[in-house]
């Protein structure tokens, strides 16, 4: 008995409709990374609504005096009936879609969205029966409001924002537009009755929308991912008939962009018989390996990714959000387009939509290791020489991979690379992405193999001159995430990748390019700014400045001035002492005056260190050798600076005493235990411990041989010491010539303890010259220490005056002057 072709069809499906696959049980319910973004968006637009309403108050009032006019001429019976039908659709219609919501079987999202309301009602209610009534002219009063009649939030929109909010409407646009159509008729009745202003409006919709999203990714959303049955019985529809699949990810890893199965496939529809399946697997081997796309996970890593594309410049930014659509299709393309590029990478058999909430691509199962996975004893140069040779094909065909990191590279059972994980690829990629690759995958081989395997095994491959095109792009921010944290804890892993490099190609050394527009350090330092201004302005507010300037004595300010050059000598003879090379002295006297230049761009601990790097490397000493002369001079200051801080403590305290002797007093010693003790604990953390041994080997590395070779020349560790004390003595006679110009006088060991103190707040503190804190912890100190505060803001204001803002111009022209002269 013959059977038809679509007789000989159908069994086959029935049969694969019951697939077994290998996998945990899906979540019932999952928390959208998109509601969490939008709950935090829309708490930042309340924050903005108060924030701009409580400098445009009389903007707020006067929008509504104008909406009130306007709506005094119109015909009365048109408003009563638009206040009727606001207040019976603003409630019916999102009703109405609940129930129709019901008959299709949503009703978990109904409850959700139920609650939602019930917690705008009562956080709305709170807000206009309780806190302004009880706190009248209290912020929501008066910042936001003006203290009007208005309430500050409107209860009858509030919970239908939210409601709408976790119910969803998407793709329904009549309900949308019907109901956002009786929302805004509420809300303009309300400004027309005078109980809602437009600044109280638009924070009802974004609290309605906070409260909802909320409320959404707190209890969660019923999961819509299909499960990997329907995943794998919709690989039928591309002619194929799968016969067991199992999950090759971990779900509880993180790890992963999207979900990964192994799928054994038996014969097709057709009588085809399928290729045999590859050794290995946790099933005895795959035929195919399906990357599964979300729709609920386009939305993940967003706030990440868009810190990456506004923090870089446009050309190095990768993808930021796209539709699962547009994901398929990238991925699709850039799959086939390193397969015809001649790069080898598994085979992309197939693409397709599973519903509305998932996509999968189905590629040839190449049954192997990741990179991460592999032993460093299998990794040899014949396997390194394959992956840069893979990768040189990609370049050619000018494509940008993106993710060169451990596990974007397979090594298959037969030793051979593939190219793998093309997701966030680019096709027709410019020069500066392609670079970026190469020094991605030149440190993720070099974590591996170490930097001179890694460079060895490429310029054969690649060629010197593509080798030092990738020189400036060696940079921590360049690098992906999971690379940027590997380096962080190999901190010499790039400076040898780069001097293996310049080994081979000398005139490669370039200096990096600028790929941040701006650094983290830079937002924190125009905070950091804010609060000096506001802790600052105040200050200068309150003095009297034609009153200063009368009384003022004069001479004293002028040994003031003499004592802030001294410093500069000082800081020359520091340098100097710990640099067992010859320095010229007034040139390295140039040398500090620039850098009190460089303080007010760069924190006041990073600036000098800097520019008296450059110079020794200027002046003929070898990179490292100079960064240990700079770190031996800033470990002794360090070291000196305590024990001056403890000494001048203890004579400080004595010298309160009733009896003049030594015995410190007993606030020295309870200030001194108790910064002991919170020390202690906190080394006892071993984040905190790693951190604290990490940051004082990156800065003292090779500080103890320059000391040894500085000791061996009594002379220069004279100079060095010498220094140091002559540093610290020229900057406390200038606070102490500061403060006897105003007629203020403290004791001179008070003096030095406060210095020392505000120096010490100063160099913690990232703000360029320890603008705001040096400021703040001398007025404080001083003013604890006795001096009347006006005295006391008046010599702090001279002193800075004398040690950061006087020296600026001069700072600039020697700074430009020894760049001219190529000594920086």
Known sequence: MTQTRDEAVRPRRGASAGVPVDEPAQPDRIRRPSDAIRFVVSCAGLAAVMLLVSFAQQTTHGIQTDIAEGTAHAPELLLALATLASSFGVLAVPIAFAVERLFHKDGMRVAIALLAAMIAFAVTLTLDDLVVQ????????????????????????????????????????????????????????????????????????????????????????????????????????????????????????????????????????????????????????????????????????????????????????????????????????????????????????????????????????????????????????????????????????????????????????????????????????????????????????????????????????????????????????????????????????????????????????????????????????????????????????????????????????????????????????????????????WRTVLVQLAASFVKLVAPAAVGGVAVNTRYLQRSGVRPGPAVASVGASQLVGLVAHILLLILFGFLTGSTNTATKDLAPSRTVVIAVLALGLVAGLALTIPRVRRVVTGRLRSMFSGVVPRLVDVLQSPKKLCTGIGGTLLLTVGFVLCLDASIRAFGGALPWTAVVVVFLTANAVGSAVPTPGGLGAVEGALTLALTISGLAAETAASAVLLYRLLTLWLPVLPGWAAFAYLQRKEAL
């Open 134 to 585: 009880a706190a009248p002219g209290g912020v929501l009063d008066s910042l936001i409001w003006g203290g009007t009649d208005t309430a500050p939030v409107h209860t009858d929109i509030a919970p239908v924002i939210a409601f709408v909010s976790v119910v969803g409407m998407a793709g329904r646009t009549r309900w949308q537009a019907v109901t956002w159509f009786m929302i805004a008729l509420a809300a303009l009745t309300g400004l027309t009755a005078a109980y809602a202003s437009v600044s109280a409006l638009a924070a009802t919709y974004f609290l309605g929308r906070a409260i909802g999203h909320g409320t959404l990714y707190a209890v969660g959303t019923p999961n819509p991912r299909p499960t990997g049955m329907t995943v794998v019985t919709a690989l039928e529809r591309l002619g194929l008939c799968p016969r067991r699949a199992a999950r090759l990810d971990d779900p509880e890893d993180g790890q992963e962009e999207a979900r990964r199965y192994g799928v054994l496939l038996g014969p097709s529809a057709a009588g085809d018989d399928p290729v045999p399946p590859a050794p290995g697997g946790a099933h005895g081997g795959w035929h195919l390996e399906l990357r599964v796309l979300d729709r609920d996970q386009q939305t993940a890593g967003l706030p990440y990714r868009l810190w990456r594309m506004l923090r870089l410049r446009r050309t190095t930014a990768g993808r930021t959000l796209r539709s699962l659509r547009r994901s398929l299709e990238q991925e699709s393309l850039t799959a086939y387009a390193a397969a015809a590029a001649g790069a080898r990478t598994p085979r992309l058999v197939g693409t397709l939509e599973v519903g509305t909430q998932a996509a999968l691509l189905a590629y040839e199962h190449v049954p192997g290791r990741r990179l991460r996975d592999v032993p460093a004893e299998e990794i040899t140069d014949e396997l390194l020489t394959d992956v840069w040779r893979q990768f040189r094909r990609l370049q050619k065909g000018r494509l940008a991979h993106r993710r060169l990191e451990e596990d974007a590279v397979l090594v298959g059972d037969d030793g051979a690379a593939h190219l793998v994980d093309l997701w966030s690829g680019e096709i027709a990629a410019g020069d500066l992405a392609l670079r970026l690759d190469l020094a991605q995958l030149l440190t993720t081989l070099a974590l591996r193999a170490g930097p001179e395997r890694a460079v060895r095994t490429a310029v054969p491959v690649l060629g010197e001159e593509a080798l030092a095109a990738a020189v400036p792009m060696l940079q921590r921010v360049a690098l992906s995430r999971a690379t940027r944290q590997a380096v962080r804890r190999d901190r010499d892993l790039l400076p040898r990748i780069r001097e293996e490099i310049v080994r081979l190609k000398p005139e490669s050394e370039a200096a990096p390019i600028r790929l941040e527009r701006f650094r983290p350090r830079t937002i924190f330092s125009m905070v950091a700014l804010s609060i000096a201004a506001y802790i600052v302005i105040p200050q200068i507010g309150s003095i009297d400045l034609v009153q200063l300037v009368a009384t003022a004595t004069w001479w004293w300010a002028g040994v003031a001035l003499g004592a802030a050059a001294l410093t500069y000598l000082a800081a020359a003879l520091m340098l100097m002492g710990f640099v067992p090379e010859r320095l010229p002295l």
